[in-house]
Nanobody, 115 residues
Framework: QVQFVESGGALVQPGESLRLSCAASGFGFSRYVMAWYRQTPGKEREMVASVFPDRRTNGANDVRGRFFISRDDARNTLYLQMSSLKPEDTGVYYC?????????WGQGTQVTVSS
């Protein structure tokens, strides 16, 4: 059974940093392209960043240079290091496969950037 458990979200001020974690289970984590997604009220869930098994990464235009995605295949864990946070980064962050996301989405972790 595929499972994702996200954690690390918080209320922070603009300019601060956060590190999100996602513990994944139920599939061969190391073989999958993994991604972080963000959902805000009234908008579709969007991919923020992805990482390939060979550690190559991609990021959405609005987070490049500020967010860094990484993976620990030994721990089946995905990370998102977020810096220089902006109010528009606010949302619920989820992890899942980057290609054909599994329908078993986790509960997500709330990130709120506000002064």
């Amino acid at each position: 059974q595929v499972q994702f458990v996200e954690s690390g979200g918080a209320l922070v001020q603009p300019g601060e940093s956060l590190r999100l974690s996602c513990a994944a289970s139920g599939f061969g984590f190391s073989r999958y392209v993994m991604a972080w997604y963000r959902q805000t009220p009234g908008k579709e869930r969007e991919m923020v960043a992805s990482v390939f098994p060979d550690r190559r990464t991609n990021g959405a235009n609005d987070v490049r240079g500020r967010f860094f995605i990484s993976r620990d295949d030994a721990r089946n864990t995905l990370y998102l290091q977020m810096s220089s946070l902006k109010p528009e980064d606010t949302g619920v962050y989820y992890c899942n496969h980057a290609i054909n996301p599994d329908p078993s989405w986790g509960q997500g972790t709330q990130v709120t950037v506000s002064s």
